[in-house]
């Protein structure tokens, strides 16, 4: 009789100190928020552009973790996508072409003498890249510009143009190489024979 | 003799170094356009301080520094500054940069320069100032400016000076034929550095291969006072970089992602130290350069002095460059170097070889195998890392992972793929990589910042909307208090009819109407009973005669109370507009129930058309009494003469206070009225399209409609061209600033209504419509309008710039 008290009283004794310990943790280690959110919204290009139909990047990020499809941001493009899936272990799909299509990054500019300073364009901006006021010229600051496209609309005189970034030598990137190596063996040799720039300067 | 370490992997390709030093050092004449790229360093471009069309002397400054890694460029001879723009630079990539041309006179004129005697009574600082005003950067890898290296901060203590002169990569040899030359210059460049960073040992690594300099080096060595010691290394690739010849001479291996600098190490090309004692001794900037010209297709290959911008095309002429032979031009050595798509390109500080190659030297790379992991590429990688993993991973496009085999530490040296059985271009996987790495970070960068700003409006806007909320709020508590406190004291509000006449009136209105509709309703009830027989008709009309005494009463009481009510405030214009427009509703719905009635032949036409005559009345007078409310107002604003009504004169006088205001509030009255008949017109004209579609009888109706529109839609235009002009005249009179406002935005508008025009006609053009010469002839109404408006616009700025 003893020896079964005992047992059922230190069981009791070690379930009251475990749950204490648990729910100890589960107060003093709770996890603000959905940490899953903030990892796809850190791999989204942060333009905010709405293209998504969602208000922003984050909200499409909240959407993803409740199982929204993750091809629907076309300034991140085949990149996004494919980290999305990396991250969520899903599918990598096909962007969807109802929400636009990838195009080069672009910045919005504003031809000054056009602009009649309306302000719209400002109240557009998600990223308050645009700088004036009331019957002011406005002007684009450009390393802060996303190029959403948002400003783009709202001009009454159409004075904003999304000019295409272009490549200085600072932003030169190497290409990459290209695969050769499906040629079969006697194929050799006739490749890439006379592509003598292609192949680069260091092999000698 | 100090002990030499070993590094792990090298190899031994073909050295190729004879060729070019069969022939002394020569002196490249001068050639006929010098074009210098404003980047020839690491860091960001120089910005010129020149003009075009400025005659520069030899040494004079033409670029200063653009931040704290930017050096100074100075002008390679005496000339003329022709042209500042975009030209190719030597870069991979073969894109153009911006670069400032000189064209020499020929007369080679220097500008006062001046050496230090002694450098030792300088500051360290000062001497540091020489250096990078004398626009020096390393000339042996990447150009790094040489001020700060050897001006390094305090808590930077440095043991160890080397001095690179091992020139690792084959066919260079232009450091080697610098050292032969030039021994003395470096010892003395040494012997600054060695002063600017007080180093414990000094030693100069040279390859065992370049045995003359060498000996030059040793000799010219003995002469100082330092204790410099030349160390001897094997030849073997890449002993020549950085982290490589520290491993060699010390031992020691610089920890990932740390600089030289940190652990105590400075490292020195000889064309450095040689550049730092002329700027020292003799004051004179770095404009010139010993480059190396090899390969079998030049006649005379060599080691030339050149002056910096040199196209590269008159270099490989005056070698004697054979072009039916040439295959390939490559800037730098064959392993780090890359190919030239063409030889228009200048030589900037840090060219210290071009090869022009032919096609046996420079065989095409046979196309890439599969790799077949057999391991050599990690024998020879000097940095220790696994090349054929970060092969895989940077095809795959795993950059994370690639990342975490320290791609980084990669030095882009091509032992790999020179060692490379199945021809893999291994460095270009790495270079690409990289790049994409260095994308995706900044890309990051630029997405955290956008983030924030993003979350920052956000917070910014929602406590905007907040504010606005508790405002709302607090005054609709305001409100209801003061609701509250009337309803505590209705006995004196109710009693004092005078202080809320109008509330009244409004009441007393409601009551009459009220008081009509049940009266009405009785007569109907009546009729019906009436058309039934009942029997209770009598009790029904008892019921409207009572009815009818109190809509009587109650119509008495409003219109005394009406009467009563201390002259109301005086009706404004806008409800007088108000009451015009009901009324003429009124009358056009009456006419419309009139219509149906005769249509239907009811009986009470008759009745109808007395309450429309009636209606028709109210609403001229309705329309005469805006009328003349308007013009009263205009005219009184006008003459800022008090108007008839008393209650107006308060408002006079306001408007006496602001003389300017008026007109244009007339002027914005008179450009809606505008609009309006615009508007009208263009329904009109609509109506009229669709009645021609339709082939209507009322077309001349229409017509005349039409044409009613549009002869009221020109008077309103006129008077307001008139208005405005009238107010422009005003203002022009008091400031200048607002009219050139006006007329940029009435040229803007001018414009884009243009553009929209001729969108419009492109389009009715296209698909052929009749509509398209009126169209025509609009659009050149408004080019007309365009120019005039823009005219307008410059006149005004013209006269506003002489008046200023």
């Not at chain 2, 020489?130 to 043991?159: E, Q, W, Y």
């Not at chain 2, 924030?452 to 907040?466: C, D, G, K, V």
């Not at chain 2, 309103?716 to 107010?727: G, H, L, P, S, V």
Request: hydrophobic share 40%; with cysteine; aromatic share 4%.
């Amino acid at each position: 009789m003893d020896a079964i008290l005992i047992a059922v009283l230190a069981l009791l004794g070690l379930a009251l100190a475990f749950g204490a310990l648990l729910g100890y943790a589960s107060i003093r280690f709770k996890v603000e928020g959905n940490p899953i959110v903030d990892q796809i919204d850190a791999l989204l290009p942060q333009t905010q552009c709405g293209q998504c139909s969602y208000p922003g990047c984050r909200p499409y990020a909240e959407a993803i973790a409740n199982g929204e499809t993750i091809n629907k941001c076309p300034p991140g493009g085949e990149s996004t996508i494919q980290a999305l899936a990396d991250l969520l272990d899903v599918e990598a799909i096909p962007l969807d072409a109802e929400h636009g299509e990838e195009k080069p990054k672009a910045i919005a500019f504003i031809r000054e003498d056009e602009c009649i300073g309306c302000t719209k364009c400002i109240q557009a901006c998600p990223v308050d890249a645009i700088l004036g006021a009331a019957k002011q010229m406005h002007t684009v600051i450009e390393s802060e510009c996303t190029g959403c496209d948002l400003c783009v609309e709202p001009c009454p005189v159409d004075c904003i143009d999304m000019i295409p970034i272009e490549t200085t030598l600072s932003t030169w990137n190497w290409p990459a190489p290209k695969p050769s190596e499906q040629l079969i063996a006697t194929d050799r040799g006739r490749g890439e024979l006379f592509d003598g720039s292609a192949a680069g300067g260091s092999q000698s | 003799m100090s002990r030499i370490w070993n590094f792990h992997g090298g190899i031994h390709p073909q050295e190729n170094k004879q060729q070019s030093l069969t022939i002394p050092l020569r002196q490249m004449p001068l050639p006929k356009r010098l074009t210098l790229p404003l980047q020839q360093h690491i860091g960001t471009p120089a910005i010129p301080t020149v003009k075009v069309g400025d005659k520069v002397l030899k040494g004079q400054r033409i670029a200063e520094p653009s931040g704290f890694v930017s050096i100074y460029m100075h002008a390679p001879t005496s000339g003329t500054i022709v042209e500042i723009g975009d030209y190719p630079v030597p870069h991979v990539s073969g894109m153009s940069a911006q670069c400032i041309i000189l064209e020499p006179d020929g007369n080679e004129t220097w500008i006062e320069h001046q050496g230090v005697e002694d450098f030792r009574t300088l500051e360290k600082a000062e001497l540091a100032e020489i250096i990078r005003c004398a626009g020096i950067s390393g000339m042996g890898g990447a150009g790094f400016p040489t001020n700060i290296k050897l001006h390094l901060s305090d808590d930077h203590i440095v043991n160890t000076l080397i001095i690179n002169g091992v020139e690792c990569e084959p066919y260079i040899t232009a450091d080697d034929m610098l050292m032969r030359e030039r021994a003395a210059e470096i010892i003395g460049g040494i012997e600054i550095a060695a002063y600017l960073i007080k180093p414990t040992h000094i030693l100069i690594g040279i390859e065992d291969n370049k045995p003359e300099a060498a000996v030059a080096m040793t000799e010219a060595a003995r002469t100082s006072k330092l204790n410099i010691e030349v160390v001897v290394l094997p030849t073997k690739y890449p002993s020549g970089g950085e982290r490589q010849l520290i491993k060699l001479v010390t031992g020691v291996e610089v920890p990932h992602g740390q600089l030289p600098a940190d652990i105590g190490i400075v490292v020195q090309n000889v064309g450095t130290m040689s550049a730092v004692y002329q700027a020292v001794h003799d004051g004179k900037p770095l404009i010139s350069r010993i480059t190396t010209l090899t390969g079998k297709a030049l006649s005379s290959p060599g080691n030339l002095e050149v002056l910096l911008g040199t196209p590269i095309a008159d270099l490989l002429d005056f070698c004697g460059v054979d072009s039916s032979k040439q295959s390939r031009l490559v800037m730098g050595g064959p392993m780090m170097g890359y190919t030239l798509n063409t030889a228009q390109i200048p030589v900037i500080k840090t060219s210290n070889c071009v090869i022009a190659g032919t096609l046996e030297e420079f065989p095409p790379a046979p196309p890439a195998q599969s790799c077949i992991r057999c391991g050599n590429c990690e024998q020879v990688c000097p940095a220790e890392l696994l090349p054929q993993q970060l092969h895989w991973f940077a095809k795959g496009k795993e950059f994370d992972k690639a990342l975490n085999h320290n791609l980084m530490d990669c030095i882009e040296c091509g032992a790999c793929s020179f060692v490379c059985p199945s021809n893999i271009p291994l460095v270009q996987y790495y270079r690409y990589a990289k790049s994409e790495i260095r994308n995706e970070q900044q890309e990051q960068r630029k997405a955290e910042q956008a983030r924030i700003r993003f979350e920052a409006r956000q917070a910014r806007l929602e406590a905007a909307q907040q504010e606005k909320e508790e405002r709302r709020k607090a005054r609709a508590e305001a409100a209801s208090k003061a609701q509250a406190a009337k309803r505590k004291a209705p006995v004196t509000t109710t009693t004092d009819s005078a202080i809320d006449p109008e509330a009244e009136l409004k009441q007393l209105k409601t009551q009459a109407a009220v008081a009509r509709t049940k009266l009405k309703k009785a007569e109907k009830a009546l009729q019906e009973a009436e058309q039934n027989g009942a029997d209770n008709i009598d009790q029904l009309k008892q019921d409207i005669e009572s009815a009818k005494q109190k809509s009587e009463l109650a119509q008495k009481a409003f219109s005394d109370a009406e009467n009563k009510a201390p002259a109301p405030a005086a009706p404004s214009l806008k409800d007088l507009k108000v009451a015009a427009a009901l009324a003429r509703t009124k009358v056009s719905k009456t006419e419309k129930v009139l219509a149906d009635a005769e249509a239907k032949g009811a009986p009470s036409v008759d009745q109808l058309k007395n309450s429309l005559q009636k209606l028709k009345e109210k609403a001229e007078q309705a329309q005469k009494a805006y009328n003349d409310a308007e013009a009263s107002e205009t005219a009184g604003n006008v003459s800022n003469a008090s108007s008839s009504q008393g209650t107006q004169s308060t408002a006079a006088s306001t408007s006496a206070a602001q003389p300017i205001d008026p007109p244009q509030n007339d002027v914005k009255a008179l450009k809606s009225a505008l609009a309006i008949a615009r508007t009208k017109l263009k329904k009109a004209e609509k109506a009229l399209a669709k009645a021609e579609e339709e082939g209507i009888e009322e077309l001349e109706d229409l017509k005349q409609a039409v044409a009613e529109q549009q002869a009221k839609t020109d008077s309103a235009a006129a008077a307001f061209a008139k208005a405005e002009a009238d107010c422009q005249t005003a203002k022009e009179a008091t400031n200048q600033g607002p009219d050139i406002k006006a007329l940029k935005t009435a040229a803007a508008a001018a414009r884009t209504k243009l553009k929209k025009t001729e969108k419009a006609l492109a389009d009715a053009q296209a698909q052929g419509s009749a509509s398209a010469e009126p169209l025509e002839k609009a659009l050149s109404g408004l080019q007309a309008k365009v120019v005039q408006a823009e005219k307008a616009l410059q006149e005004a700025q013209a006269q506003e710039a002489t008046l200023a």
